[in-house]
């Protein structure tokens, strides 16, 4: 499994658990999430950069409990993610 296979799956279970409504696991596996993604992009690229705040709201929405506002975030950023690994592919 590459690098952006595991950032889809880890956005997979994010997304997972904001179905379920679930803030704990939703908030363990958003904070994995950015721990990965910050790895394979670099905290100091322009990319992580422009990304790094959408990424923090999402986390923002499920520690407030606002899995409405949430699961689009997480449903677009995994469908962005899935596009990344077509091109590339």
């Known amino acids: 499994m590459n690098a952006l296979d595991e950032l889809i799956y ?35 690229s322009d990319f992580f950069k422009k990304t790094f705040p959408i990424l923090e709201q999402l986390k923002e929405h499920i520690e407030k409990g606002r899995f409405d506002e949430a699961e689009p975030l997480a449903i677009a950023f995994l469908a962005r993610m899935r596009q990344w690994k077509e091109a590339n592919s």
């Open 10 to 44: 880890a956005m997979e279970v994010v997304r997972d658990a904001i179905s379920e409504k679930d803030t704990d696991k939703a908030h363990e596996a958003v904070t994995v999430f950015l721990m990965e993604f910050a790895a394979s992009f670099g905290v100091h």
